[in-house]
């Protein structure tokens, strides 16, 4: 979706339209071996609520994926989480992040295996 920040939109523009505010996140690479790692970093967010998420979009034959996401806040790693192996075209929903708190709730629902691309099909 157009607000999300992945490896082929890797500077979606999520606040102000001031080129001056840095509140829009950036997607730093797109990992292509599953090896990672990938990072996104934000500085200036907008207040409110970020959901974290892991897609696979295709796992190149090098086999399933195990996810360590580290939410790091003003430095400081503040949730690590570790997920099941993932698999082409599985969304993990880790969490959500509160800014300007800091704060991340991790999410317990299921992966989503297949999930539906709006705009591409996964090659296999």
């Known amino acids: 979706p157009e607000g999300d920040c992945y490896g082929r939109h890797s500077q979606p523009n999520?606040?102000?339209l001031d080129p001056t505010i840095d509140d829009?996140?950036?997607h730093l690479g797109d990992d292509v071996d599953g090896a990672g790692p990938e990072a996104i970093i934000a500085y200036e967010l907008e207040a409110g609520d970020y959901r974290v998420?892991?897609?696979?979009w295709d796992d190149?034959?090098?086999g399933p994926s195990v996810p360590t996401i580290r939410i790091v806040v003003?430095?400081?790693v503040?949730?690590?989480l570790v997920g099941e192996?993932?698999?082409d075209a599985d969304l993990w929903e880790v969490g959500t992040i509160t800014w300007p708190e800091g704060t991340v709730s991790a999410y317990?629902?299921?992966v989503i295996h297949e999930y539906p691309l709006p705009w591409a099909e996964p090659t296999r």
């Open 53 to 56: 998420g892991v897609h696979v």
């Open 74 to 76: 003003f430095g400081e």
């Open 108 to 110: 317990d629902g299921p």
């Open 85 to 87: 192996p993932l698999y």
């Open 24 to 26: 829009d996140p950036q």
């Open 78 to 80: 503040v949730r690590e």
């Open 60 to 62: 190149h034959a090098y």
């Open 14 to 16: 999520w606040g102000s």
